[in-house]
């Protein structure tokens, strides 16, 4: 099993940033990539980015490009959302998560308990 900790949200005004952090622990040697996702009010989980272990390949939803930027520490088992220029639709609460098989955006089998992020207009 792989454990998830999740840090870093809170309430940020428009045009602001913020940095998330995911710490992974347990049978971390399984893991083949991490990611966010994120789930607003009465909507559907998304995916926003994720990230290889292995070559740090990257891929981001339609809506975060350009804004925010995911990266990994392998050495120390961690994975970082840096959201920049955030907008109030990115309200939501956001959930690190990471796998075990191939692919990086689907299939997603171990999740963090969630951090809120609150952005004001």
């Known amino acids: 099993q792989v454990q998830l900790v999740e840090s870093g949200g809170g309430l940020v005004q428009a045009g602001g940033s913020l940095r998330l952090s995911c710490a992974a622990s347990?049978?971390?040697?399984?893991?083949?990539?991490m990611g966010w996702f994120r789930q607003a009010p009465g909507k559907e989980r998304e995916f926003v980015a994720a990230i290889s272990k292995r070559d740090g390949v990257t891929s981001y939803a339609d809506s975060v490009k350009g804004r925010f930027t995911i990266s990994r520490d392998n050495t120390k088992n961690t994975v970082s959302l840096r959201m920049n220029s955030l907008k109030p639709e990115d309200t939501a609460v956001y959930y690190c998560?990471?796998?075990?098989?191939?692919?990086?955006?689907?299939?997603?089998?171990?999740w963090g308990q969630g951090t809120q992020v609150t952005v004001s207009s």
């Open positions: 347990g049978r971390t040697f399984t893991i083949n990539a």
């Open positions: 998560t990471a796998k075990d098989g191939m692919g990086i955006t689907t299939g997603y089998n171990y």
